[in-house]
């Protein structure tokens, strides 16, 4: 199982071609960033992070992030082995055709490197300054990522779905043939519960939950349901875990259950403290290897 690291890349903390050398140079797997646009004043939305039955302030860094693709493009430059993840792409806030431009150029020139997590999107206003309509979120994701998967894999590519449409159209260059020998870049889905489920089963390669729970027990179990509903081999399920446990024994039995990858979570922000809780984290991943 792979140990990689996630964290709130923001304007405040390390330039990303720091970050990922010292990521990679402690023998860490890879580099996984989430994004966010821009954070709506408005507080309509009540952040999920919040305690149940309060609607607790959002952290003020989810509106000082990088940009996710110019952050792990510059992170690429300076690495040669790290993957390079999303943890998540809101995809129903993007223009697919762009989206797949980028993903597939960054996996080209990173010699495929590149893992895509996906997520639906939160916060309603956020979508809504982008064109989404909350109830049809889901829907736009999944004909987004068909059209992305035809500009990645088709010489022509076209697309007809109930919200989107691509006429036929070249585009390149596609994802590096590493990638494409594997039928990605993989897109992973974020998040919890039967639509989910029923998601990852119909158009995505695997899950990627937020958990810090030391098994995937009681959770898992449907969506291989999900899985074997769509006809779909239930070992071909592939699970990366974000915000993951930091307990060695927990990390040996998500490995055991199958999952192919754990995100350890970096909070702070300015370099030392960076620093030393990936020198912290290194630690923990080398105890969690010798039990695997």
Request: net charge neutral; charged share 20%; aromatic share 8%.
């Amino acid at each position: 199982m792979k140990i990689s690291i996630t964290l709130f890349a923001t304007d405040r903390g390390m330039h990303p071609t720091d970050l990922a050398q010292a990521v990679e140079s402690r023998g860490f797997d890879g580099l996984f960033l989430p994004e966010h646009s821009h954070i709506p004043v408005s507080r309509r939305t009540v952040w999920p992070g919040s305690r149940p039955g309060r609607t607790d302030p959002l952290p003020d860094y989810y509106a000082h992030l990088h940009d996710q693709i110019v952050a792990l493009s510059m992170a690429a430059a300076v690495t040669r082995r790290i993957s390079l993840g999303t943890s998540v792409t809101l995809v129903p806030q993007h223009d697919p055709v762009w989206l797949a431009k980028q993903i597939a150029t960054l996996d080209y020139l990173s010699n495929g490197r590149v893992i895509l997590g996906i997520g639906f999107g939160w916060n309603v206003e956020q979508g809504e300054t982008h064109g989404v309509k909350f109830a049809q979120r889901r829907q736009r994701t999944a004909e987004c990522v068909a059209i992305m998967r035809s500009l990645w894999h088709q010489d022509v590519a076209e697309y007809r779905g109930e919200q989107l449409t691509l006429e036929p159209a070249w585009a390149y260059p596609k994802p590096h043939p590493s990638s494409l020998a594997q039928g990605g870049p993989p897109v992973f889905i974020g998040g919890m519960g039967p639509r989910t489920y029923k998601a990852i089963a119909r158009y995505a390669d695997g899950w990627m939950p937020i958990t810090q729970r030391n098994s995937l027990a009681g959770r898992i179990e449907p969506l291989h349901t999900a899985f074997a509903q769509q006809g779909r081999a239930v070992d071909t399920l592939r699970i990366i875990v974000s915000g993951a446990t930091e307990n060695p024994e927990g990390l040996a039995q998500l490995k055991h259950e199958g999952v192919e990858q754990v995100c350890l979570t970096v909070w702070p922000e300015t370099q030392d403290q960076v620093m030393s809780e990936l020198d912290r984290l290194a630690t923990v991943a080398e105890q969690a290897r010798k039990l695997f």
